[in-house]
Every structure is written in C-alpha cells, then in structure tokens.
C-alpha cells in the first residue's frame, strides 16, 4: 500500500489541534502535533495506541537520542532531518502519515522544504479566514494559560489592548501569505 505524506503548515491559533485530532480520529491515518517544536514531548497517539512504531515521534526525541544524533545536529542538520522524516515517514499500516508545522518552525529548519518538494509531501495550508478570532485566541491564551482542553471552563473575560491592533493583524495576514508564498505551486491541498 502506498502511503500519503502530508505536512499541515499554519500559523499558530489557526485550528491545527482539532484538524489532527480529526485526522487521528480515522484507522488509517497518524497526523502528529508539532514534531519540530524544540520544547515539547511528541507522540502519535494512533501509533502509540497500535504499538507499531516504538519510538516516541518528534525530532527533539530524535536527536536525543545518541551522541551522534546530536552532532549531526549541529554540523549536518539537513542530513539528519532527512533521515528523521525518511524514518518518520515510513511506519506501516496507514494509507496516510503526517504532521504539522507552524511557520517558526519551517524558518527555523529551513533545509527541510527541499524534502517535502523531491519526495512527494502534500501541503495542507490550514488558514484561519477571521484573522480577527485569531488574535483574540491568542490574547485569550496569553491570560487564561490554557490553549487545548476538552473541560467546559467558566467564562471568564478577557482584556484585548487596542494599541497596534492594525498592525498585529497585518502580521498575521503576512504570516499566512509567507506560508503561501513557501509552497506556491506545490501539491497544496
């Protein structure tokens, strides 16, 4: 069976978190959270439930990993990414094999582009149209300290500064049309 490979590239706030809990909702797909985020814990929770894929996905595991692993971090970074999406890429049993990067994280690991061009990834641009929620959910995380639950919390308000607001917005609208420009004319879904 061949397998799908996808990257959902977006903009943090945008609804990535509940589009990968969709796609892990379905047998025959992993969609892991953010693999290239330096700071956090990632797992597949389709191929941590199947138990067919030992290691823990996310390349900071990755590296981790071994002494070499580490170095190759350092002096042949784009080496290593590579070998970790070849591995990434290639757990069996799904139609479909994915995860999602924010627009840092592309500019952080730049090289990895060239990957998803010479092997055939889609790119799912996930786009918030309302730019306007989206600063405001970001707002509402920067004081409530909580970005996913599934608890019903209390309502509880929340201040939204006025000052710049014009030019948080324009970033925002930049941010998703950086991302756009990055994979014009590249199997975008």
Same mark, same amino acid.
């Given at each position: ?7 959902i ?41 199947k138990?067919?894929?030992?290691? *823990?996905?996310?390349?900071? !595991?990755?590296?981790? $990993?071994?002494? %070499? ?6 002096? @042949? ?7 970790y ?47 306007? *929620?989206?600063?405001?959910? !970001?707002?509402?995380? $920067?004081?409530? %300290? ?6 019903? @919390? ?36």
């Amino acid at each position: 069976m061949k397998t799908t490979k996808f990257i959902i590239v977006c903009i943090q706030r945008s609804g990535s978190t509940w589009l990968t809990t969709l796609l892990n909702s379905h047998p025959d797909i992993c969609c892991a959270e953010e693999t290239f985020l330096l700071s956090k814990k990632n797992m597949c929770p389709m191929a941590m439930r199947k138990k067919i894929w030992p290691h *823990k996905l996310g390349y900071p !595991r990755y590296i981790n $990993s071994s002494i %070499k692993r580490c170095l190759k971090h350092h002096f @042949l970074r784009t080496k290593l990414i590579n070998e970790y999406l070849n591995q990434f890429y290639s757990m069996p049993d799904y139609s479909a094999i994915g995860f999602k990067i924010m627009l840092n994280q592309i500019e952080k690991f730049s090289t990895m582009s060239d990957y998803f061009f010479k092997n055939d990834v889609k790119v799912i641009h996930l786009v918030r149209d309302n730019i306007l *929620k989206t600063f405001i959910s !970001r707002i509402s995380v $920067s004081q409530k %300290k909580v970005a996913h639950t599934q608890k019903k @919390l209390k309502f509880t308000k929340i201040y939204i500064p006025t000052e710049k607001i014009e030019t948080k917005l324009q970033k925002i609208k930049n941010d998703n049309k950086a991302l756009e420009k990055l994979f014009f004319n590249r199997n975008i879904i």
